[in-house]
Structures are given as C-alpha cells and as structure tokens.
C-alpha cells in the first residue's frame, strides 16, 4: 500500500468483512476478532506507538486508554479477547497535538486509571467521544462519576449501553444523576442490543419517552455465524434513521 515492509500486521473487526485481497512480500500477521484470533497481541512498541494520523488525515486522535473488561456480557467477546480490565496508555500517549479524540475503551469508567484519565482529559480542555459507550452501572452506583463526566467536553454525545431490562433501573438512575450534574437527555446516546425485537422495541420507546438517543444493533451469533433475522434488521432501520423514527411508530413503519 505505502512501500515495502519486513512484516505487516492485519486485523478485522467483524467476521463478515471481507479479508484483505492482496498479498504482501513479506512476514504477515494476522489478528482479531474478525479472524477469530483472540491471543495474538501487538508488541508493545508497536501498541504503544503514536498512529501515524496523516496517513488517512484523521481529524481526531485515537486510542485506548484501558484494555479489558470487569463484566462477562454473554454476547461479548471482550473478556475473552482482551482479559481482565486494566490500564493502556495515558491520552497524551497518542494524543499528537490534536484537541478531540475517539477513545475505544470497553469500560473506562470501572477503571482507576481511567478516571485519572478524565480528570486529565478535563484539565487539557479536549473534546472526547467513548464509542464503545460508557456503563451505565458505574454511573448510576457511583455519584461522583456523573458529576465528573459533566465537565467533560463531549465531541457530541456521552454514549451508553441499554443492552438488556436487567439494567433498567441502572440506565434509569444514570440518566437522573447526569440530568442533576446540567446534562441533557437529548446528547445522551443509548446503544440497544437487539435479540427479542419486542424486548428491545420497549427499551427503545423507553429511551424516547426519557428524552434519550436509541440506536439500535441487531445481535449477530459470531461464533455460530447466526446473522440478524429480517425484522430484526427493520427494527434497527426503523430506530436508526431518525426522520423516520419521529415521524411513525414502529408499528406503522412500512419499508
């Protein structure tokens, strides 16, 4: 692609994606979830190694500043991937000068490390986004947490996860504590696992009723190469393209 290399590292993040057709003339390794390869670890100096933003002129830095996981979600593949939740990098590690960045942690905020990585994130004054969504438990179980997020400058949402009833009064209680710290329900963004298209339809009603952004996510059985069913799938468009979603219930949504 750039020039020639004495070995190429290559990953996937979904199964479903194409691998890459062209062949290298050198050492490649390959990793991921996408290959199904949950051991194969970077180096550290390669971890660890600022990305090169020009390459693809990235407005944003990117990075983890944790790895790992305390929960055992059933349909998650992060413990297995990447083990016991633990402390990266610090964002200045791959920060390069820029004022907004995309942080990929799986969950920040049961992390030490990650909360001295939000106070710092506070003091430089950038603008983050938490893609991966941020736990609600921690939030609703923890009072400062909510308070400390509400001086953090959000590139555009603060994102969450409503992936089943069972953390109903969590995503509940969380949704209160950052509304009490000046908050609005409207910049919080709720990522809705969808297995049971009724069970999720009603987290997502909920979600709207409280004022909140659901998107929906059809589940996808990686392991046993299950795919989304076709009304999970309507449900997701129906959610997901937001005209349409405040415009006609669900009920009589038509494709």
Partial sequence: MFGQYDRVYMSKVFTFTPDYPYGFPCEVIKGG?????????????????????GLYNYPAAIGFLTRGCVNRCPWCVVPRKEGALRGNADIEEFLDGRRNAVLLDNNVLASGWGLEQIEKII???????????????????????????????????????????????????????????????????????????????????????????????????????????????????????????HTVNYKNYKE
């Fill in 33 to 53: 979830t996408g290959y199904r390869d949950y051991a194969t670890v970077l180096p550290p100096e390669v971890e660890h190694t600022c990305p090169d933003y």
């Fill in 123 to 245: 003091r430089l004054g950038v603008r983050v986004d938490f893609n991966q969504g941020l736990d609600a438990r921690q939030i609703a179980r923890n009072p400062p947490i909510a308070e400390l997020l509400s001086r953090v400058k959000w590139m555009r949402y603060i994102r969450m996860a409503y992936d089943s009833t069972a953390v109903r009064d969590d995503v509940r209680k969380a949704i209160e504590r950052l509304k009490k710290c000046g908050m609005k329900p409207a910049k919080m963004f709720f990522y809705v696992l969808v297995r049971e298209v009724d069970d999720a339809l009603a987290r997502i009603e909920e979600l709207d009723a409280l004022g909140c952004q659901p998107f929906a996510q059809p589940y996808r059985d990686f392991e046993n190469k299950i795919r989304p069913t076709p009304e999970q799938r309507r449900l997701a468009r129906w959610c997901n393209h937001k005209p349409t979603f």
